[in-house]
């Protein structure tokens, strides 16, 4: 929680930072930052990373990305992709098993993951 005398920058909607994203991936923008924060995504919404090649998704200050039902992060067809510093949960926990992935990557290659924290998924977190 942030105080009254400190400055707060708001943070995007998780569909803005969805939003955000697939407008570099489509200008094929060679980096996108992800601004600090804790972005919650609708029931199954997934964060899509699709058709990404070459790009560097920073997070400088910690992301959380708070899924529900059976949704996660999922590259899809990308390649030459980096990521960092985000943490992966669901709100409410997960208490059904979903046939998902909380972190996928399908028809991908050379996607390089760092200081990735996932504290919960509904099946198969990798």
């Known amino acids: 929680m942030v105080s009254s005398t400190e400055h707060a920058r708001a943070t995007p909607s998780a569909k803005e930072l969805q939003a955000a994203l697939t407008s570099a991936i489509q ?14 995504f609708a029931n ?16 400088p200050e910690p992301v959380e990305l708070i899924f529900a039902g059976s949704a996660g992060v999922s590259f899809v ?3 030459r992709v980096s990521i960092e510093n985000i943490v992966i949960d669901y ?4 208490t059904t098993s979903y046939n998902s992935i909380t972190y996928a990557l399908v028809n991908s290659s050379d996607v390089l993951t760092q200081d990735l924290t996932i504290r919960s998924a509904p099946y198969m977190a990798v």
């Open 77 to 79: 067809d990308a390649a």
């Open 27 to 40: 200008s094929c923008a060679a980096s996108f930052t992800i601004q600090g924060g804790t972005y919650r």
């Open 91 to 94: 709100d409410p926990p997960p």
């Open 44 to 59: 199954n919404t997934s964060l899509l990373i699709h058709g990404a090649t070459d790009l560097s998704i920073h997070a």
